[in-house]
């Protein structure tokens, strides 16, 4: 499957430390044959729905610490 370019690696910061990641690669085309046979019955959700929940939590608590320039704890 293999990584991305080295231009599209994210960053790990820790404190004044940051360290390249490789990003992994997508496979949407499994994704989408996956989440079709599972709208017809066929198999289960490739994504736990919950787990969207809780990124989509930590994304907004990430946006309101950038505007706000305070920390935004999650529950």
């Known amino acids: 499957m293999g990584s991305e ?5 994210g960053e790990v910061r820790r404190g004044d430390v ?3 990641v ?3 690669r997508g496979r949407w085309d499994l994704f989408c044959t996956d989440f079709a046979a599972a709208v017809r019955g066929e198999g289960p959700v490739p ?7 809780a990124t989509a ?3 907004d608590a990430a946006r309101s610490s950038a505007r706000d320039g305070r ?3 999650l529950p």
């Open 57 to 59: 939590t930590v994304l």
């Open 18 to 20: 940051v360290e390249s």
């Open 5 to 9: 370019p080295e231009g599209l690696w």
């Open 47 to 53: 994504v736990d729905p919950w787990g969207a929940v």
């Open 71 to 73: 920390v935004v704890r």
């Open 22 to 24: 490789p990003s992994a």
